[in-house]
């Protein structure tokens, strides 16, 4: 099988290849910015300006950003072009509502890039380098939820082994989103398409 290409392009002789790293203290708020952006260019359009306003407000704070990169259950990535931090990704244990969610199981919980810099694997990256860490310490039964409309987002997720087994309301201000709950089964084959080059 050829190996897949990789993400990047070289400019004279500056090497503009993404990396991923996990957070620190000191992207907090740069995450906290890129965050709110990111969700206002995929997602802005969805919600009334004070849904949105409240959304961003609350879940993607520098307070709370800063308590995920202290929480050591769970994982936070920036991905880096050129020296920018142009996406991130968010592990951890697993609180979706699903009957069937085990204290083991483990949750990508976010994956964003800025638009213009999506559709060029970086994605792909970051959330290979979720699921290996997830899955370091052997199998687990992995999920995630994503918005129903997001077709592309759960294209990426299905050739990851990730199929839906339930539905969930998330809330935005007063808005709430139809989420499909998506679940990856213990012990199923991880199939790279980035294998081992970011952690
Ligand atoms: C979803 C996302 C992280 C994927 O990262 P990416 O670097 O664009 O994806 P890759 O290049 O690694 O892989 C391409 C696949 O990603 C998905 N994808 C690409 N662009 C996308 C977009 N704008 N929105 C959702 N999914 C997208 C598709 O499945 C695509 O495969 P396809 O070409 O067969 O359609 C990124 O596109 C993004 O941030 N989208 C907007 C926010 C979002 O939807 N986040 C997920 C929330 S659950």
Request: hydrophobic share 40%; proline share 8%.
């Amino acid at each position: 099988m050829p190996l897949p290409a990789i993400p990047g392009t070289s400019v004279g002789a500056v090497s503009c290849f993404p990396t991923i790293r996990r957070a620190i203290a000191a992207d907090v708020p740069t995450l906290s910015e890129l965050s709110a952006i990111a969700f206002t260019q995929a997602f802005g359009h969805l919600y009334a300006p004070a849904d949105l306003a409240r959304f961003l407000t609350g879940a993607y704070s520098q307070e709370s950003y800063a308590a995920l990169i202290a929480d050591p259950t769970k994982a936070l990535w920036v991905a880096e072009r050129s020296g920018q931090v142009i996406g991130y990704g968010l592990a951890g244990p697993c609180n979706l509502p699903h009957p069937e969610v085990t204290e083991a199981d483990g949750e990508i919980k976010r994956l964003y890039l800025l638009a213009g810099h999506q559709g060029s694997g970086v994605g792909s990256m970051l959330f290979e380098t979720a699921m290996s860490w997830l899955l370091a310490d052997g199998p687990r039964v992995l999920w995630l939820g994503v918005w129903s409309q997001n077709h592309g987002a759960q294209r990426l997720y299905n050739r990851y082994g990730f199929t839906k087994v339930g539905e969930y309301e998330f809330p935005v201000g007063e808005h709430r989103d139809r989420e499909f709950i998506f679940r990856r089964p213990r012990g199923q084959p991880s199939v790279w398409a980035y294998p081992g080059s970011f952690h």
